[in-house]
């Protein structure tokens, strides 16, 4: 059962800005983590970026420095601000939902999709040249 909604992939050419968001209907960001990952091609899911209850950003190695996690507990949305993209940088973006959390969790924990509950299906990224 699909519960995380991700919105905002599409086809992007390198260099280019792309603006992701996760939505949760009738659920809550506020008392978890939540994490982006991504998928290419023929290659396993990685992590990408999250952003812990209590407010810790970690960020992969290969986005760090063009991407940016957010959350907005007003909206009840975490986004993903991608810049500087990269035909690597092309997959599947998925976010997850951690269950309720304590504020503080290491980039261990939240890089290890075992942490994650709740799943998106995904959307779409193509970064061309």
């Known amino acids: 059962q699909v519960q995380l909604f991700e919105s905002g992939g599409g086809l992007v050419q390198a260099g280019g800005s792309r603006r992701l968001s996760c939505a949760a209907p009738g659920r809550t960001f506020r008392d978890s983590a939540t994490g982006w990952f991504r998928q290419a091609p023929g290659k396993d899911r990685e992590f990408v970026s999250a952003i812990s209850r209590g407010g810790a950003i970690y960020y992969a190695d290969s986005v760090k420095g063009r991407f940016t996690i957010s959350r907005d507990n007003a909206k009840n949305t975490v986004s993903l601000q991608m810049n500087s993209l990269k035909p690597n940088d092309t997959g599947v973006y998925y976010c997850?939902?951690?269950?309720?959390?304590?504020?503080?969790?290491?980039?261990?924990?939240?890089?290890?999709?075992?942490?994650?509950?709740?799943w998106g299906q995904g959307t779409q990224v193509t970064v061309t040249w």
């Open positions: 997850a939902k951690t269950p309720r959390i304590a504020y503080f969790a290491s980039m261990d924990y939240l890089a290890d999709q075992k942490s994650y509950a709740t």
